[in-house]
Every structure is written in C-alpha cells, then in structure tokens.
C-alpha cells in the first residue's frame, strides 16, 4: 500500500487533524482566516489552504517566561 498524501479534506477530516470542533472551523472560515470550498453538497479544504491556516495560526505565550530566564 502506498502513502499518498491527501490533496482536500472534508470538515470532518480537517477537524480531526487540527483537533477543532466544526463551530471553530466554521467560524474561522466565516472570519476569512480559512479558505473553504463547496464540492457539490460537500464543504472542503483543499491541503494548500489547510497549511496556509496552520501557518497563520499565533505563536503561543506565556506570561512570566520572560522573567524567568532573566
């Protein structure tokens, strides 16, 4: 069996891989942070704009680190 890479994913998949419920993907495409499309009566997601959403997503920080390592 071969592992090719998937090109679109569905809202159940995409959900699935980035561990968010299917209002967050909804609101982030409401938003226009991500890029959905419809293929007939299916939404997705096609991989290139999944990559571009996950890259755009903030650095996460904590308060305090910074004085910590002073």
Not at 15 to 30: G, L, M, N, Q
Not at 40 to 64: C, F, H, N, Q, Y
Request: with cysteine; charged share 30%; glycine share 4%.
């Amino acid at each position: 069996m071969t592992n090719i890479a998937k090109e679109a994913f569905a809202v159940r998949e995409f959900c699935a891989r980035y561990s968010i419920c299917r209002a967050t993907f909804y609101d982030e495409v409401k938003r226009g942070r991500l890029r959905a499309i419809k293929l007939g009566r299916k939404t997705i997601v096609m991989r290139a704009d999944a990559d571009a959403w996950a890259a755009s997503l903030p650095e996460l920080r904590t308060v305090g680190r910074e004085q910590a390592s002073a």
